[in-house]
């Protein structure tokens, strides 16, 4: 059973950082696209970034480019969320999961971490 706990959530002020971790267990991964999603009230859940677990190729939101870095640690079958220059609207639940290799969706998710940004 693959499970997905999200770590490192918390209220920082507009212009710092936090760093998310989401620890992955039940399976190796290889071949899964691993990624971070972020929900804010009253709001659709958005795609963040994502990473190709056996060879580190990367994607990222728009709105994320250039101040959010994800990384994964194969060894500890980890990734994680580095986010700098947090502005209010980065305030969010912040997710991550997995999807098999040739899945159309996500199979995998966790359950949250939530990301508060002061002004």
Do not use: H
């Not at 677990?53 to 990367?58: A, F, K, Q, R």
């Amino acid at each position: 059973q693959v499970q997905l706990v999200e770590s490192g959530g918390g209220l920082v002020q507009a212009g710092g950082s936090l760093r998310l971790s989401c620890a992955a267990s039940g399976r190796t991964f290889s071949g899964y696209t691993m990624g971070w999603f972020r929900q804010a009230p009253g709001k659709e859940r958005d795609f963040v970034a994502a990473i190709a677990w056996n060879v580190g190729t990367t994607n990222y939101a728009d709105s994320v480019k250039g101040r959010f870095t994800i990384s994964r640690d194969s060894a500890k079958n980890t990734m994680y969320l580095q986010m700098n220059i947090l502005k209010p609207e980065d305030a969010a639940v912040y997710y991550c999961a997995a999807r098999r290799p040739l899945s159309q969706r996500y199979n995998y998710w966790g359950q949250g971490t939530q990301v508060t940004v002061s002004s």
